[in-house]
Nanobody
Framework: QVLLVESGGGLAQPGGSLSLSCAAS????????MGWYRRAPGKQRELVAT???????NYADSVKDRFTISRDNAKATVSLQLNSLKSEDTAVYYC????????????WGQGTQVTVSS
């Protein structure tokens, strides 16, 4: 069974940084688009960033120039570097995988909590 395991969440101060990681198992990782989503309390889940199998990245306007998504196909991991954190970034962050050809084949991680507070 496919498993996406996230790590790196925690508490940070406004202006601080955190690094999130997601490790995938039982899939051919290079065949999947990867992404990070987040859900803040009382709000709908939203897309944060995506990255194609070849490394092309896209970002939500709210995190552009502050967050960086990256992947290592050899290690089957996708990461999210969160810099210049704001209170509005507080949310549960989820790792997501979507097959590049069979696009209905998708997987979700369990989520990791990011809290930004002074």
């Amino acid at each position: 069974q496919v498993l996406l395991v996230e790590s790196g969440g925690g508490l940070a101060q406004p202006g601080g940084s955190l690094s999130l990681s997601c490790a995938a198992s039982t899939i051919t990782f290079s065949n999947y688009h990867m992404g990070w989503y987040r859900r803040a309390p009382g709000k709908q889940r939203e897309l944060v960033a995506t990255i194609t199998p070849s490394g092309s990245a896209n970002y939500a306007d709210s995190v552009k120039d502050r967050f960086t998504i990256s992947r290592d196909n050899a290690k089957a991991t996708v990461s999210l570097q969160l810099n210049s954190l704001k209170s509005e970034d507080t949310a549960v962050y989820y790792c997501h995988a979507r097959h590049k050809i069979v696009t209905t084949t998708t997987y979700w991680g369990q989520g990791t909590q990011v809290t930004v507070s002074s």
